[in-house]
């Protein structure tokens, strides 16, 4: 029973009230965004509300941090986009239906390979993402999210820009719903800003009969918003055969590795926040249940959401409760609130998306630019500008790690120097200092003059350590070609771990004369 409470923290004590408010307004909230995100990838906009419900509710009850809120994200909508793409390139008479039936098989195989990642508990590595890569990642989506709300400002099914009056409405209304939302907050914080700009610009566009965009004018016909619990997803294609999986894992991989991300690092913020500690491995497991749920049930899938996760915290939910909640809420509106839902102005949600773009975008890396190395601002630029222009947010990072990976690596090897004297014997000292790796045996090698040193060389690793196979080669290349000169080498003070590393090596290659003293401390044990 206590491994029961602790599993669903039900021994944390929890103030109903707030949980209650916080989760209702987190639905509140969620409602635009899971609809805006949906039409990110041209999907209608249930499929993102079935998604955001999904992935709120099954996060909630089984993730790794209380309190914080998973839905449908742009993040991951704007992977299907190159999804469709390739899927029409493929097949080029293609239907609607067919498409979203390779979507959720995607958002499935997603959810395993996060849940894969999970149990081999490998969600601490989201620590090896440096933070101009999450600088980059961050703000090449800011910048996606962005770009994605033009063509709402073009003709109902052309290319061609709104003119005149029209164009000058939904630019006004738009601007309108960025006001509000910048402005309220500074009143009050007590519902959302975006829910009340949006519930404002539904009131001036309908109680003005004012001939703009809808959400029903984005629907397909005989398409709706209402709906009933998400249905089970009725699967045509082939789902089990290699072309299928072959054209599905690279954007199954990146929903996986996009969406671990993004729930990880908001995990990371609010561990801050509330000073607490999530789960991280949990947290990869419930991303990947509730993806595969998701896709099971007609959902886009998704990951966690910052926005949202803020606001609930920011409310003072704690809580599973919150979580629980705004997910049940959010279904009684799909089911119960869809003659609502598409009379709002499309003006309203490119609003918020901008809102959402410009407060995604991380404004304070701008001011970094002459504060941090070099190497970290073009890694910054180029993981930007990867994940802008490829709309492939795992590469993108994955890219960026290298780079940085690499620039350190350059950086530590030329940190490798070498101080050297005879002493009153005739011996040759070298004094090694910094890392000794695979960047620095070149540098490591070019310190040794041998042909012109005495007969005993005493190599001092106080200030370093061998610290890969490529070190234990430099260094077994150096005592060879002493040897060959018939001079003897001592090497001193190896760091145990370096001794192992040698020993371990022998059995690879001949690693040559080693001497590493044992030195004894002379203790006084006289009393005082």
Known sequence: MKQLFNLFDLNQKVN????????????LALVPEAIAFAMIAGFSPLTGLYA??????????????PGMISGATGAIAVIFVGLILELKNTFPDITQETILQYVFATVIL??????????????????????????????????????????????????NLLEGSAFLLMLGLVLVTMFIIWGLPKLTKIVPSSLVAILVVSAIVIGFGIDTMTVADTLNEGETIKGGFPPLSNFTIPLFTTETFLLILPYAAIVAGVGLIESLLTLNLIDEITETRGRSNRECVAQGTANIFSGLLSGMGGCAMIGQSLINTSAGARARLSGIVAAIMLLVFIMFGSSLIEKLPMAALVGLMFMV??????????????????????????????????????????????LAA???????????????YVDENGVKHYEIFGPLFFGSTKAFS???????DPKVVIIDFKESRIADMSAIEAVNVITHRYAKQGKEVHLRHLSKDCINLLKNA??????????DPTYKVVIDNSPL
């Open 16 to 27: 109903y009230k707030t949980e209650i408010l916080s989760g209702t307004t987190v639905a």
């Open 52 to 65: 955001a419900f999904v992935m709120g509710l099954v996060t909630a009850v089984f993730g790794g941090r």
């Open 110 to 159: 997603g959810g395993v390979l996060q849940i894969l990642f999970g149990l081999f508990r490998l969600g601490k590595f989201i620590r090896l993402v440096p933070h101009p890569v999450m600088f980059g990642f961050v703000n090449g989506l800011a910048i996606i999210i962005f770009m994605a709300q033009f063509p709402n400002f073009y003709q109902k099914g052309t290319d």
């Open 357 to 402: 773009a410009i407060g995604t975008f991380e404004w304070a890396s701008l001011k970094t630019f002459k504060k941090m190395p070099t190497s970290d601002v073009v890694v910054m630029v180029l993981v930007t500008l990867i994940t802008a222009i490829t709309h492939n947010l795992a590469v993108a990072v994955l890219i960026g790690v290298i």
């Open 406 to 420: 690499l620039a350190y690596a350059w950086e530590n090897a030329k940190r490798i120097r070498a101080r050297k």
């Open 446 to 452: 070019e310190k040794f003059d041998i042909l012109e």
């Open 506 to 515: 022998e059995a690879i290659i001949d690693v040559n004369i080693m001497e």
